[in-house]
């Protein structure tokens, strides 16, 4: 199954907004060739855009981390949006720790332009 | 409110969605919190899971069975398989330090996750039946 994305750019930053409301081992694959389509194009400022989601296990928060590290060192890619539930789960696995977290995706392209 | 059912899927990561939204569906009649229920929903589909990659190696055409036992105080779900033992040890960790991106883990969250949600995780293998039982006091 192909997972649903919009995918659109805000100058250096590309948001990466889920049109699936469940973030599982179904996508979790499709989530991380389509992370690495983007940064093999040079796209290194990632958005993801979670605001749609309302169910992640830990295959979606594998594949949100293991995206983090495609994009190295010379970029980020931060969360946007995240609900309560899902937020708990970051909480939860500590990964709230690794991602820098925002209420929208305006504030996250924000920091991320401004970077 | 008491009450028992049995869901059973195939093996197929495909299908888990269901017994997820079927758990979190069930959750909401009992009293604990929309977070609680939502983490019990992953805590069972992280077992159903483990179950099909593990116990039946990604191998579609094999039984998942979730046994769903609701009483006034708590609810207990039995993921059963007739596929490989897990291996049992001690209760699982997750260390990493946040701070080093390159060595946060992207796999293995599955169990640990279970033990700090549920109240009791309990596995149990007789006779080719594997059975891990989650259980939620409330």
């Given amino acids: 199954m192909l997972m649903r994305l919009e995918i659109k750019k805000s100058g250096r930053v590309t948001v990466v907004k889920s049109l699936e409301n469940r973030m599982d081992a179904k996508v979790a694959v499709d989530f991380k060739t389509e992370i690495g389509r983007i940064v093999g194009k040079g796209d290194r400022w990632i958005v993801f855009d979670v605001s749609e989601i309302t169910f992640v296990d830990s295959s979606g928060l594998g594949a949100i981390v293991s995206s983090l590290k495609m994009v190295g060192k010379e970029g980020d890619l931060v969360i946007a949006g995240a609900g309560e539930t899902v937020l708990s789960l970051f909480k939860l696995t500590r990964m709230d720790r690794v991602f820098q977290m925002f209420a929208t995706e305006k504030e996250a392209v924000d920091a991320l332009a401004g970077s | ?138």
Avoid: W
């Fill in chain 2, 1 to 138: 409110m008491n009450g028992k059912i049995k869901l059973i899927i195939d093996s197929d990561l495909s299908d888990v969605f269901l017994i997820g939204l079927s758990v979190n569906r069930i959750c909401l009649e009992i009293p604990v919190s929309e977070i609680d229920a939502y983490q019990i929903e992953v805590c069972v589909v992280e077992a159903v899971n483990n179950t099909i990659k593990h116990a039946y190696g990604s191998e579609k055409g094999h039984e998942v069975e979730v046994l769903i036992d609701m009483d006034v105080e708590s609810i207990t779900f039995h993921i059963c398989d007739t596929g490989k033992k897990m291996e049992t040890g001690k209760k699982p960790t997750l260390e990493f330090d946040p701070e080093d991106r390159e060595n946060c883990p992207e796999g293995g969250m599955g169990l640990f996750i279970m033990h700090q949600v549920m109240d009791e995780v309990k596995y149990s293998s007789s006779q080719g039946r594997n059975v891990l039982a989650l259980t939620k006091h409330f």
